[in-house]
């Protein structure tokens, strides 16, 4: 088990297309565990799906349960949503890739989907209302989407031209601080 690094936007590793794995081995048993702990190693997570980590395999992990007592992990490898709802819900989301920032998404509000579970087997499963939205946000991670993709171009460039002037700054106090050897 590890804590991984989470990339934050504007990355290109956040726009790429992740890949299916063949099936849900010791490797991606592994990433699924690294991506749990690097979940729970944040204040805030309730999602967190593998090109975050800079894994362009489409894995993801969710747990719903934050801030109650027992932990509740989902993990999924290949999710397909099969069908949605057409009545659609806004919702604030942010993400642990878009630090800071939080904005209304409209999505469906409920989606039935296929994935395979920590032991390769195939599942079905209904969701709606938050899981539902989690569940999407995390999908879309797996094709290169953000929450941010959904919003006017107006807005998401104003969030990312923040987000590089955050990181220019974080770069040069790591750069400035640095022993010269
Ligand atoms: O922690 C998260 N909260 C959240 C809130 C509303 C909609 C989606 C999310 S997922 C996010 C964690 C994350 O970035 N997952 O990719
Ligand atoms: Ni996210």
Do not use: W
């Amino acid at each position: 088990m590890a804590i991984l690094d989470i990339i934050t936007a504007p990355d290109p590793r956040l726009k790429v297309k992740s890949t299916p794995v063949d099936r849900v081995d010791d490797e991606v048993r592994g990433l699924m565990d690294d991506l749990l702990e690097t979940m729970y190693a944040e204040d805030n997570g309730v999602g967190l799906a593998a090109p975050q980590v800079g894994v362009a395999k489409r894995v993801l992990v969710i747990d719903l349960s934050r801030g109650e007592e027992v932990p509740d992990p989902l993990c999924m490898a290949n999710p397909e949503v099969i069908s949605f709802s057409e009545d659609l819900v806004s919702t604030e989301e942010g993400c642990l890739s878009v630090p800071e920032h939080y904005a209304e998404v409209v999505r469906p509000a409920s989606v039935r989907l296929h994935y395979l579970d920590r032991d390769n087997e195939i599942r079905e499963m209904d969701a709606e209302d938050f899981p539902a939205i989690c569940i999407q946000h995390e999908i879309d991670h797996l094709d290169g989407v953000l929450f941010i993709d959904h919003l006017t171009a107006i807005k998401r460039s104003m969030i990312l031209r923040k987000l590089s002037k955050t990181r220019k700054h974080t770069t040069a106090k790591t750069a400035a601080t640095a022993p010269v050897l």
